[in-house]
């Protein structure tokens, strides 16, 4: 399908696992994002990629890891669940942000880790 | 950190009216933006306007700025039950390449 895609829809996860969460964009844009929605806090930003291999951290990087082999994917890996991390993330990608491109946003992951 | 502030933080209006929604920014900016999200949902772009336009209309949509002030404003005519959603402002961040999100106005609109 066309767009942006995220997986899964919604995972539950226990307290020091380690998850992952998938996003993939079928128009080759350059740049993608990973935000996360808290209540009180709208959307704060994880990380970014410029372009494949080329990462970089955002507001709330902590706890996150990263990677872009290929222009499409943009995986989000919790390395070890903290309740903190309970959230929904968008992945969001974007042709050429630095101009004041609008971005598109996945349909997000709703995480809850116990 | 977030740069806009939406205001109101909920607005309720019946099918017909206009709602507006106000976003603050702190820093200057180049362009601002206004997306939509309906619950459950990603969000959705609605309208871009650059730091030297005023006011810019998009169908029902009507977005100004004013930079000097720091500040720009989202009009919905004729609202409908279906624009019942959350609207967030965002600025591009220090990076140049995300954007900073308030926290959003929550829209009801009731037939």
């Known amino acids: 399908d066309a767009g942006i895609t995220q997986s899964p829809r919604y995972k539950i996860t226990e307290t020091g696992r380690q998850v992952t969460l998938m996003c993939h964009q079928t128009w080759s844009h350059s740049y993608m994002f990973w935000y996360r929605q808290d209540l009180g806090h709208g959307l704060r930003l994880i990380y970014y990629s410029a372009a494949a291999d080329i990462t970089d951290k955002g507001e709330v990087p902590d706890g996150y890891v990263v990677s872009r082999s290929k222009t499409e994917n943009f995986p989000l890996t919790l390395e070890s669940a903290t309740r903190s991390q309970t959230s929904v993330y968008f992945c969001a990608s974007s042709e050429s942000p630095g101009t004041g491109i609008e971005q598109y946003f996945g349909p997000g992951t709703r995480l809850t880790v116990t | 950190s977030q740069q806009g502030e939406e205001d109101p933080q909920a607005l309720s209006i019946q099918e017909g009216e206009n709602a507006t929604m106000n976003c603050s920014y702190k820093?200057?900016?180049?362009?601002l933006q206004w997306y939509r999200q309906n619950s459950g949902r990603g969000l959705v772009h609605l309208i871009l306007i650059r730091s030297n336009e005023r006011e810019k209309h998009s169908g029902r949509l009507r977005v100004t700025l004013d930079t000097s002030k720091k500040s720009s404003s989202l009009l919905i005519t004729a609202s409908r039950a279906a624009d019942t959603a959350s609207y967030f402002c965002a600025t591009d961040d220090r990076s140049g390449y995300a954007l900073n999100f308030g926290k959003g106005t929550s829209l009801l609109v009731t037939p």
């Open positions: 820093t200057s900016i180049n362009n």
